[in-house]
């Protein structure tokens, strides 16, 4: 029995050769689609499922050099296209969109009935639902909302066999099923491609007020909000920033928002436990001197800092108190030039960026943090950095040591990608 | 399995195999063969390791309060309750981390932080028995899910034993992002199918600095209904917001004693309502919120004049489903959800249902996202009354599916919806469960026969992937 070879990809999307700026993790694909509706994209999936085609897809283009590179690339669906708001119910406080839409695209939608999906991704203006969720991208927003996979409530994505299925709904509260949605956040394009999503939404709030924090050392930072939460004040965005992460010289910046009255009180009151750290009342003795502001100019800072140009974009994950997160930064920042970092220390998320150095430096400092977040189950994933640093290391840093869930990972692959068709090699493990 | 356990720890006798029968979803009853009761992970998998060799299906159990016959066992079956693995491994406020065994109670995680100012935000109404390991299986909601989400939002990690005794740690030490797969997320809410959690990492919070608790009295659950829609309108994101019909308010009053008929003798609805957080934030919302109930036709509203009181207008919600015994004989919980603006249309579907079946439904449920819990009062020992009121619980699924609901709000799928799940999902959505379920557990060894409506096989477990002959000789290519 002879399976008759598919010269030509059966499709009726809009369809071009591939470009050099068209690289997924530096593989250029044979083709480029940008399908015009959902139902041209899953016939794309079916084509390439019939063909026996690689692909990918690309969102806003914002975290292609996220993964390993793909073994093999023949075609990468654009979701440009794919960017209708398909329904939003106001009183309900929910809304589902295309993946394609762009998250700053539906922000401004949504935000003409006084309400915002709770989650601020870098490069808002271009990164697209399906690639936020794809990618888990997030802001300082996650410090009161959580992350896109605890505002998402329902998914519709196009398996690898071309089979568009659904996992969760439109309600807020639903436990009927599995929790499809969870599965697809993160999943980088390896099990599907996620056609539609839901989100619950939350009003915007009336008003908003930043304190912002000069020349603290990171054990500060991580003083001053035990003092706040303490206090039981409840920021909406908690983030510290430098443009020198091995020294002390970060700025904190907390923002308040909600309603004027509360927004105000709790402001104040994080001053006066500020002043109170300063003091050194929680017995750490002199903290050194702490500025604030009421400065929304932070988040500009903030914006510049974590979205800014870099060759090297380093993610780092640990506990949020931990005491050698200082040490942490500055390790990897120092083998880059023009390094900084963006800490989100409620969360112990943060990134560091910068200009690509030595290779053996950049590899050999990030395998030595990873080494020391080992013990508490922290991680160390490269974002984005030049081949001759991805050639040293695993951008993912992901080992199978005992009680490992790689094989359960593999294992949930193969049945939803028994052929290894969908950015075959880019995820952990090689997945 | 007495070796691995102890002999006191296996339940074989055919008496006591009888508590095994069923969760609190008592009209679904199976014997299991046996019941063995763990203390750690490794006799945990121990126990599987020996029961799969003997083809037994496993059904792990916690406290069996649940509602859908989540533990109900499969005939042949070995049930795993987990009911002894009760320690608390650790605890870090600094993290806000706390790493329990399964079997702890909800209610306890909160009472052991209670001193230090912490607390554990899901509580389900039966979280002074329910346990974190079955809250795990469910993910289990509660009140104050509205602003604080469900167990899914407050695990952070998990140790699991799989089917074939494997143990696997999802979100080991809880930092998040661990990168690869979401599995601790499916794993939630999973049902017990994906194999058994033998460790939580909880994400534990600082208690609000303030709460206020109100109850407003209304006339009828239209008001009430308009009163929840204006109060989220209004950008207010309430701790909790549950509404009681009258029906469910004359249990409670007989059950607990609260004094809401004899107050407001009209009385067709009561808003139970919480805000909480920063102590101005509070005062503020709290302001508004009370205006709102009183412009949109509240009798009065009531501020409890002390922590006595504002527990006891709580307690007369959370025993809500218990007190029904003093309304009827016998009664089915039901649990679905809507879009909370279809409230009214809703509740108005079901009455004329009810009315037609010339049956009662009392209406108790979490109005702010709405999650409905109607309870169809029946008398069994009236011929085909059971009948009538199952037929009319399912009819209720089936009005929540056509407003675009769910079948299933926090009770789960389990034994007894698992029929419904064909009509709220496709076969390919069905078919893509069952594909992760096969992913885990490929011979369907844990928990069988529950979220799926009909039995599926998993195939062959896929290994790695070979080429196909026709590529190997060059004929054809993965082109």
């Not at chain 1, 500060?220 to 003092?227: E, G, I, M, S, T």
Request: hydrophobic share 45%; glycine share 10%; proline share 6%.
């Amino acid at each position: 029995m002879t399976e008759p070879r598919m010269a030509e990809p059966r499709m009726d999307a809009a369809a071009r050769a591939g470009e050099a700026s068209d690289a997924i993790v530096g593989v250029v694909p044979a083709s480029v689609v940008t399908p015009a509706t959902l139902d041209e994209a899953t016939e794309v999936v079916a084509g390439c499922a019939r063909d026996r085609r690689h692909l990918a897809f690309v969102g806003g283009g914002t975290e292609l050099a996220l993964g390993a590179a793909p073994e093999r690339l023949d075609v990468a669906l654009h979701t440009a296209a794919l960017n209708r708001i398909v329904e939003h119910a106001p009183l309900d406080q929910i809304v589902t969109v295309e993946c394609g839409a762009r998250v700053g695209d539906v922000q401004r939608a949504l935000g003409a009935h006084g309400q915002m999906l709770s989650l601020d991704p870098p490069w808002a203006d271009r990164a697209t639902i399906g690639g936020v969720i794809a990618s888990n991208a997030f802001g300082a927003l996650r410090t009161r909302y959580g992350s896109i996979r605890d505002l998402i409530i329902g998914i519709s994505f196009v398996r690898a066999d071309g089979v568009r299925a659904r996992g969760g709904g439109k309600v807020v509260k639903n436990v009927a099923g599995f929790d499809l949605p969870k599965l697809l956040v993160g999943s980088l394009g390896t099990l599907g491609l996620i056609a539609t999503a839901t989100f619950r939404l939350h009003p915007r709030p009336e008003t908003a007020a930043t304190i912002a924090f000069q020349r603290l050392s990171l054990a500060d930072v991580q003083r001053l909000l035990r003092a706040a939460r303490e206090a039981h004040l409840e920021p909406e965005a908690v983030a510290a920033l430098s443009d020198t992460p091995d020294g002390a010289a970060w700025r904190l910046g907390i923002r308040f928002a909600g309603f004027a009255r509360g927004v105000a009180d709790q402001s104040a009151r994080l001053l006066d436990a500020a002043t109170k750290v300063e003091r050194g009342d929680d017995g750490a003795g002199d903290v050194g001197a702490i500025e604030a502001d009421n400065d929304a100019g932070f988040w500009d800072a903030h914006e510049r800092a974590r979205a800014g140009d870099a060759t090297v974009r380093i993610k780092v994950a640990l506990q949020p108190s931990d005491p050698a997160a200082a040490e942490l930064f500055a390790r990897l920042s120092e083998p880059l030039a023009r390094a900084r970092a963006v800490f989100y220390p409620t969360l112990g998320l943060g990134f560091v960026s910068g200009d690509a150095g030595e290779p053996d430096a950049i590899a050999a400092a990030i395998e030595a943090a990873r080494r020391s977040l080992a013990p508490t189950g922290g991680s160390v994933v490269v974002h984005d950095a030049p081949a001759s640093v991805r050639a040293r290391l695993d951008v993912w840093g992901v080992g199978e040591g005992p009680r490992s869930a790689v094989p359960l990972m593999r294992s949930l692959k193969q049945r939803l990608d028994p052929e290894r068709r969908l950015a075959p090699g880019r995820f952990v493990a090689g997945l | 399995m007495a070796a691995i356990v102890g002999a006191a720890n296996v339940i074989s006798d055919a008496a006591d195999l009888r508590t095994y029968e069923c969760d609190a979803l008592t009209s679904f009853r199976a014997r299991p063969s046996l019941v063995v009761l763990p203390a750690s992970t490794d006799e945990v998998v121990a126990v599987m390791k020996v029961a799969r060799a003997a083809g037994m299906p496993i059904v792990p159990r916690g406290a069996g309060t649940g509602l859908s016959g989540g533990a109900l066992p499969t005939p042949g079956s070995l049930v795993l309750a987990l009911s002894r693995m009760t320690a608390i491994l650790d605890v870090d406020l600094d993290n806000g981390l706390m790493r329990v065994q399964p079997g702890v109670i909800n209610l306890d995680v909160s009472r052991h932080l209670t001193p230090a100012g912490y607390y554990y935000a899901p509580d389900p109404s039966s979280q002074s028995v329910c346990t974190i390991g079955g809250n795990v299986a469910e993910n289990s909601g509660g009140a104050h899910c509205l602003k604080y989400g469900f167990t899914v939002n407050h695990v952070r990690g998990a140790r699991l034993v799989t089917a074939d005794g494997d143990v696997v740690d999802l979100g080991e030490g809880g930092v998040l992002d661990p990168p690869g797969y979401d599995l601790l997320g499916v794993v939630v809410g999973s049902e017990g199918t994906l194999g058994v959690v033998t460790e939580v990492v909880l994400r534990i919070l600082r208690r609000p600095e303030a709460t206020r608790t109100f109850l407003a009295a209304f006339p009828s659950t239209d008001e009430a209904g308009r009163c929840v829609s204006e109060i989220i309108g209004s950008g207010i994101v309430p701790a909790a917001i549950e509404m009681m019909d009258r029906l469910a308010i004359e249990a409670a009053v007989k059950a607990v004693g609260v004094d809401w008929l004899e107050r407001w003798p009209g009385i067709g609805a009561a808003l139970l309502m919480d805000v909480d957080g920063p102590r101005a934030e509070v005062e503020h919302t709290a302001h508004e919120a009370l205006a709102i109930a009183a412009r949109t036709g509240a009798i009065e509203v009531r501020v409890p004049a002390d922590e006595d009181e504002r527990l006891r207008m709580w307690k007369g919600r959370k025993s809500a489903f218990a007190a029904m015994g003093r309304l009827a004989s016998n009664y089915i919980v039901q649990d679905g959800v809507i879009p909370r603006t279809e409230i009214a249309r809703v509740l108005a579907e079901i009455q004329q249902l009810a009315s037609g079946a010339g049956l009662r439904v009392a209406n108790v449920f979490h109005a702010g996202d709405g999650n409905l819990h109607p309870l169809v009062l029946y008398d069994a020992r009236v011929p085909g009354q059971e009948r009538e009121a199952e037929d009319l619980a399912a009819e209720i699924l089936r009005i929540c599916l056509r407003y675009g609901g769910s079948i299933t709000g926090e009770h789960g799928v389990g034994a007894d919806k698992a029929p419904f799940m064909a009509e709220m999902f496709s076969e390919a959505d069905l078919e893509t469960m069952a594909r992760v379920r096969c992913a885990f557990d490929p011979d369907t060894a844990c928990n069988p026969n529950k979220v799926f409506p009909t039995p599926r096989l998993c195939g062959d477990r896929p290994g790695p992937y070979r080429a196909h002959a026709t590529e190997s000789d060059g004929r054809a290519d993965r082109g």
